[in-house]
């Protein structure tokens, strides 16, 4: 079987692309018949497995640590494709082995959701983990965060070199007290930070259940971090890097993907670390101003000549972040809220968001399948709203006439924004992820 | 599109239960509802939080408390024990309260874990819950004859019995509501509206918030004039949920 699975697996992989179907059936097939084919795979890479969990972020930050390895010259595999499951990976390691089985890269940066973190973990050990931050999100699915902190806690415990933790999300911080020390066979700990200014910004999911005007949370004494970040400016950012702070370009926008690069710097700072070279800070950086956001994050379009921005928004965190990140004012707004499976079927985490923010501009569009649970949701943060319309297609059609001469902004779930993006792509050049 | 009443016909004090502790699955949700309706039927809303360590507030009209996490539950359990009997009086004297899921089984009798612990409850409602290994997930609908058809989500692993001295809320009609077994949802007793329901509750039922509302009110002034609410958007969202996969 061993001999056969490679080349029947990217057969099955040519197959099911001309027939456009699904990204992960050919890691089905491959995994089927040949269940090591994975674990094989991976553990011949010279710098490991790095894997990258947590609730909000994951793409961003791996790509971010993608293209700063890529600029200390190392090789990677990634699973770009969004497929950020075991099947997922196995299905992109098919696309890039050569026909005798082998991975020409020096290590493989993998996004998992927590989860399937867990699967995959117990059959490749990672070197390297990174886990950004435990918040409320698919708990139809988890059921509790603190039991998807205990996920996170055991891809942590599967690590066999460094795990790089944040420190100011109070259930991703403790996992490192729950490791065994470096010395009797426990991987190393690093973390990454924010200055005190910005602890405010960034709710943990204990300080953002209360209504407007929570509290700020308490600094505590904290660990020391590799990465802080300090400051945000509109298209820079500071960050104290090894004590110093150093000001750096930024393409990324939005503060939370600009605090994921400072996790994305600690991890890849680690491995850079590991080479025969010192870390070359300034290389880093600059490979970090040139990152572009991953699709839907924050992605900005041209529609009639003005940008039209896309924000995926998959939880209370995500969406709170997404309305501090990007100011209304100037902006015709959209709002498209489905409840597929891949979005979470309960609504109840749009009454953990205020909106308070839109009240002055209103909301010009609201759509998805949803569409009148958010109208609702408006209506009691005292958001007007112009139309609402369930269908997709016919109110973004409907959006984009009706602000024309608008930037627009539009806040999506995820299979919201994959409908739109389809639609979008009609009419405006919108990058094809396979 | 939403209408604050200009006169003042009162004030109503809204007491939420343990929010820093049992706030999961947009609880906050309820709240708010009760706030802005108290003041579209023309009342003003006051609304305190009440957190483990907190001196209980004087004069509750209206109480509301949500589902928690295991970890939330064991952080306020020792401090809801020793105001069992506060909220007792309150119950028993007919002040209107909300429990949504965690403090719907934190007013029952008791909740036995699937290890077979038992962590007491402050006895207020009839009510048993047992710890099991399902989790029941996913959009439900209740049939209520006070209430006509409740919407909601519910997401829990302890199963709840009824005892004698509580009604149900309603029967369910799509999903699993109190337990696997008998088709009930939520518990209904004096003027305690407990339930399993997220969603949040009150947004899209209207019918339940209006309902404590009303009887606070009523207790307070005697009677209640009602506003007019504009549930255009409530009733919209009603239909499409209703029609939305389990």
């Known amino acids: 079987m061993f001999f056969f699975s490679v080349p029947l697996g990217k057969l099955v992989r040519r197959i099911t692309r001309l027939r456009g179907g699904g990204s992960a059936f050919p890691g089905l097939v491959v995994e089927k018949i040949d269940p090591g084919f994975m674990a094989r795979t991976l553990t011949t890479l010279p710098h490991g497995v790095a894997v990258v969990s947590g609730t909000n972020g994951k793409t961003t930050t791996t790509k971010m640590v993608v293209e700063l390895l890529e600029s200390q010259g190392l090789r990677v595999f990634t699973n770009r494709t969004g497929s950020n499951f075991t099947r997922g990976v196995a299905a992109a390691l098919l696309g890039e082995v050569d026909r005798r089985g082998r991975l020409h890269a020096d290590i493989a940066v993998l996004e998992l959701d927590e989860a399937h973190a867990v699967h995959f973990v117990n059959r490749v050990p990672p070197r390297y983990s990174l886990l950004l931050n435990v918040l409320r999100d698919q708990l139809d699915r988890f059921g509790e965060i603190d039991k998807t902190a205990e996920l996170l806690q055991h891809v942590a415990s599967k690590t066999t070199g460094t795990v790089v933790l944040n420190r100011e999300d109070p259930r991703v911080a403790r996992i490192a007290s729950a490791l065994p020390q470096p010395g009797s066979g426990g991987p190393k700990v690093r973390y990454f930070g924010l200055d005190d200014s910005l602890l405010s910004t960034f709710p943990n999911d204990d300080d953002m259940r209360a209504g407007p005007g929570s509290p700020v949370p308490v600094v505590q004494e904290r660990a020391h971090a590799d990465v802080v970040l300090r400051r945000v400016g509109v298209d820079d950012a500071d960050f104290e890097y090894d004590g110093a702070v150093v000001t750096t370009r930024m393409k ?39 990152v572009a956001p991953a699709f839907g994050r924050g992605e900005s379009l041209i529609v009639d000549g003005l940008p039209l921005d896309l924000v995926l928004v998959k939880n209370p965190s995500g969406f709170r972040l997404g309305l501090k990140s990007f100011p209304a004012g100037g902006y015709a707004t959209m709002i498209a809220i489905n409840d597929n499976y891949a979005d979470g079927r309960d609504m109840s985490w749009l009454w953990d968001v205020e909106f308070d923010s839109l009240r002055n501009g209103g909301v010009d569009q609201l759509s998805g399948s949803r569409a009148y649970d958010m109208a609702l949701r408006l209506q009691y943060d005292e958001v007007p709203v112009s139309e609402v319309n369930t269908d997709i297609t016919s109110a973004l059609a409907a959006f984009i006439r009706d602000a024309k001469g608008r930037p627009k902004r539009i806040f999506c779930t995820y299979t919201a924004m994959l409908a739109i993006r389809r639609e979008l792509s009609k009419i405006t050049t919108v990058e094809v992820v396979s | 599109m939403t209408q604050e009443a200009s006169e003042n016909k009162g004030t109503i004090r809204v007491v939420q239960l343990y929010p820093r502790d049992m706030n999961i699955y947009g609880d906050w949700g309820n709240a708010l509802v009760l706030k802005r309706r108290l003041a579209w039927h023309g009342y003003t809303p006051e609304l305190l939080e009440y957190n483990v360590g907190d001196d209980f507030p004087d004069d509750a009209d209206l109480i509301v408390g949500g589902g928690g996490q295991d970890s939330g ?43 077979g612990s038992v962590i007491p409850g402050i006895g207020v409602l009839d009510v048993e819950t047992h710890g099991t290994d399902e989790r029941l997930i996913g959009n439900v609908k209740v049939e209520s004859e006070e209430f006509g058809e409740i919407l909601g989500y519910e997401n829990h692993s302890g199963q709840t019995t009824l005892g004698p001295a509580v009604r149900a809320l309603g029967t ?75």
Not at chain 1, 275 to 285: A, Y
Not at chain 2, 87 to 107: H, K, N, R, V
């Open chain 1, 252 to 290: 990324l926008r939005g503060v939370y993907n600009i605090f994921n690069a400072a996790a994305a710097l600690t991890l890849a700072r680690c491995i850079a670390g590991q080479g025969s070279g010192p870390t070359d800070p300034e290389s880093l950086l600059s490979a970090l101003s040139n």
């Open chain 2, 73 to 115: 539950q064991l952080v306020i359990q020792a401090d809801l024990l020793k105001r069992g009997s506060t909220l007792q009086e309150l119950a028993e004297d007919g002040t209107p309260m909300l429990l949504i899921c965690g403090m719907y089984q934190l007013f029952g009798r008791f909740f036995e874990t699937r290890k």
């Open chain 2, 172 to 246: 369910t009609a799509k999903g699993t509501g109190n337990n696997s077994s008998d088709g009930q949802e939520g518990a209904r007793y004096k003027n305690i509206v407990a339930s399993y329901l997220h969603g949040s509750l009150l947004p899209k039922n209207p019918a339940i918030a209006d309902f404590l509302i009303r009887t606070a009110v009523e207790r307070k002034y005697g009677s209640f004039t009602a506003g007019a609410p504009d549930d255009r958007f409530a009733v919209l969202a009603r239909e499409h949920a209703g029609r939305r996969p389990r």
